[in-house]
């Protein structure tokens, strides 16, 4: 059973109904990959989404990726990839598949430049770190890349959205 956690820490977040909308995006990265059922496994999968301001998520970016700017989403996985097949049988308690950290004003900012409603551009963004989360890494390569903007692109049209990477 998949379980969604949102919370608005920091931040002029719009009123949205951030848990629905984080639920949906987590679901619909999990469906497009071969860790598709977990979303109906026994035990409880978890995932933490939390927005906040680009001042923790910059400290956040600093400590943890060497990178001294904020970012619109950091993923913390809380498993290693192979871990996640053995999930797929286990019925017992809950797994922590891990935390997704978005900063509002660098989210709202690409929001308007892409001329994108924060809503969807967020849902994109919880697709992305989801992906991340279960193991997948753009910047292993051309190919990973590649792999990981098609799924997120088939993860958006199932939620309705346009793609991301066009235009």
Known sequence: MLQVEA???AGDWPAL????????????????TPNGDLAEAP?????????????????LNRQYRQKDKPTNILSFPMLAPDMLVMLA?????????????LGCETVLREAAEKAWPVAAYCQHLIVHGTLHLLGYDHEDGEAEAEHMEALE???????GMADPYEG
């Open 7 to 9: 919370d608005v820490v």
């Open 17 to 32: 109904d951030w848990p629905g909308l984080a639920q949906a995006a987590v679901a619909a990265a999990l469906a497009q």
């Open 43 to 59: 035990m409880a999968v978890e995932v933490a989404v939390r927005l906040t301001d680009d001042a923790e998520v910059h400290a």
């Open 89 to 101: 049988n286990s019925d017992d308690g809950e797994v922590l598949l891990g935390d997704l950290v």
């Open 153 to 159: 692109r088939a993860a958006c049209a199932g939620l």
